[in-house]
């Protein structure tokens, strides 16, 4: 893979628009600083709906084509794909770490998940199969087959630059269906690697078109005409937009939103390896996950050792450029995030929560970058703005109750419902947390439950909008429409 780059030693980003890199008719661009220099990496067009409407022409004529192409060809083309990625790891990384700021260590294992994305979409002709009936009455059969949907819009958010829309086309396209993928503006260099490593294993022109920009390519794809689907991953109030809006336009729609995943810590839990676990998932990523646990509710007696325990180990974190072997918490994705974080640690000390460990001290030792240290509030409560809001940062609450009936119902008032942990070593505890517990994705002593690609990516409540899930049998239904046959031969 040979990336271009300007005079300045910028990534050449352009829209990719029936088979060719092209730039946007608007002409307006925006700037991607890497978040833990500042130092600017690439200059992202800001596209209009003229670009849309190409990208979305080109991909309705390969449409016609690309669905009558054999699904073990369409396969074969994904086995290649995978195998390209598996070359380019060590290059995407790097990649994803200079335009997010994640760690190398998390970089390598979104690449690794991507990777899986792909795998799972080139089983394809099993997974199109139908289902037939013969006999359903005297000399009538009966059959179901699947057919892609048609025009795909797929929208996505800065922070998983590679998994995120590897969740959407690879499986959009082995299913029949073309594609026009908008990535994030605030990281589209990984968006141009796997457009282009995709074209390089055999993607017939115009199958995928990719569109840099922010709202107004979003609305062109929502309000267009010629979308069937549309797939969208980002915070709450842009999915409901997005559901609302593109249903509006009669389109199907799923919708992935933001989250406040809480982890229930009981007495009985193996103390270390559920710190070891939190400390991951809540500042892993500097808790830019939509899986990131912010919310810690201990349990009875364990609350004291327990916030102990976080604090120190959160004192053991490395703040740094994640390009650096020794760095453990990279920076967050831009200096307006860092600021408005800020202002809910604000929030959270004006409320009276306990700040127990401040990460603004590591703010004042890093002065290039948008970095912030792990901060930890303890005595959280349900009224505060922090307990409530998504705060996609390395800013952990931690709520103290008395039984696990308070914990559950404590985290099932959240109004998200994406993931929920549980550490115990007690199967009674996990039997009434696994029926209790309002979130899709489920943990027990494991610190992100995010499921592999073959299963949905199960959000509930105010994290998903829609029906069918990404990912695994629900990804294969929303990217095909069903036709059921019914036959008498005479
Ligand atoms: P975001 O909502 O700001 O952006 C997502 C996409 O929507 C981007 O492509 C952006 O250009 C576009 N967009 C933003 N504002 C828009 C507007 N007003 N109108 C039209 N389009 C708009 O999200 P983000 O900050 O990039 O990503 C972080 C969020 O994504 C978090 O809330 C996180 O929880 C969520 N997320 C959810 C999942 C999940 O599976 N549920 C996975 C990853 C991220």
């Given at each position: 893979m040979a990336t271009t780059f300007s005079k300045s030693n910028q990534v050449v980003i352009e829209n990719f628009i029936h088979g060719e890199w092209v730039p946007s008719e608007g002409g307006q661009v925006e700037e991607v600083p890497?978040?833990?220099?500042?130092?600017?990496?690439a200059r992202v067009p800001i596209s209009t709906k003229e670009d849309v409407d190409k990208a979305v022409q080109s991909a309705r004529e390969a449409f016609q084509s690309w669905k009558k192409t054999p699904v073990p060809k369409r396969a074969r083309i994904m086995f290649k794909y995978q195998q390209l990625l598996i070359e380019n790891r060590d290059q995407l990384a790097e990649a994803l770490t200079q335009e997010n700021g994640k760690t190398k260590k998390d970089a390598t294992g979104e690449v690794q998940r991507g990777i899986e994305c792909v795998e799972f979409a080139a089983g394809a002709p099993s997974l199109m199969m139908g289902d037939v009936l013969p006999d359903i009455a005297e000399g009538i059969d009966s059959g179901m087959y699947r057919y892609p949907v048609g025009v795909v819009g797929g929208i996505t958010p800065f922070n998983f630059p590679m998994m995120v829309p590897l969740w959407m086309f690879p499986l959009a396209l082995v299913c029949g269906n073309t594609f026009v993928l908008k990535p994030s503006e605030r990281t589209p260099i990984l968006a141009k690697m796997l457009v282009e490593l995709i074209h390089e294993a055999g993607l017939p022109k115009g199958v995928l078109n990719l569109v840099n920009g922010a709202h107004d390519v979003v609305n062109g794809l929502l309000e267009h005409e010629e979308v069937d689907a549309v797939s969208f991953v980002g915070s709450q109030p842009v999915a409901e937009y997005v559901y609302k809006t593109a249903s509006q336009h009669g389109k199907r729609v799923q919708a992935l939103a933001g989250a406040k995943n809480h982890s229930i810590v009981m007495p009985d839990c193996n103390l270390d390896k559920s710190v070891e676990g939190i400390i991951n998932a809540a500042f892993g990523s500097a808790g830019e996950r939509c899986m990131a646990c912010s919310v810690v509710v201990a349990v009875g007696d364990v609350a004291d050792s327990l916030a102990a325990k976080i604090k120190e180990a959160a004192d053991q974190l490395n703040v740094g450029n994640g390009l650096e072997d020794e760095t453990t918490l990279g920076p967050l994705i831009r200096e307006a995030h860092r600021e408005k974080v800020l202002r809910y640690i604000e929030a959270g000390e004006k409320e009276n929560a306990?700040?127990?460990?401040?990460?603004r001290v590591e703010l004042r030792e890093h002065?290039?970058?948008y970095f912030l240290g792990a901060t930890i509030f303890d005595h959280v409560s349900k009224d505060m703005t922090i307990w409530k809001d998504e705060i996609f940062a390395p800013v952990l609450s931690i709520v103290r109750v008395d039984t696990l009936d308070e914990a559950i119902q404590t985290a099932n008032e959240s109004e998200f419902a994406n993931g929920a942990v549980i550490y115990t070593s007690s199967g009674k505890a996990v039997q009434q947390f696994r029926e209790e517990m309002d979130a899709g994705m489920l943990g027990v002593n494991v610190n992100v439950p995010a499921p592999m690609a073959f299963f949905p990516f199960s959000g509930n409540k105010k994290s998903f909008y829609g029906d069918l899930h990404a990912n695994g049998k629900d990804g294969v239904n929303f990217y095909t429409k069903r036709k059921m046959l019914t036959q008498r031969w005479y």
């Open positions: 890497n978040p833990a220099t500042g130092e600017i990496i306990a700040l127990i460990r401040d990460g002065d290039s970058g």
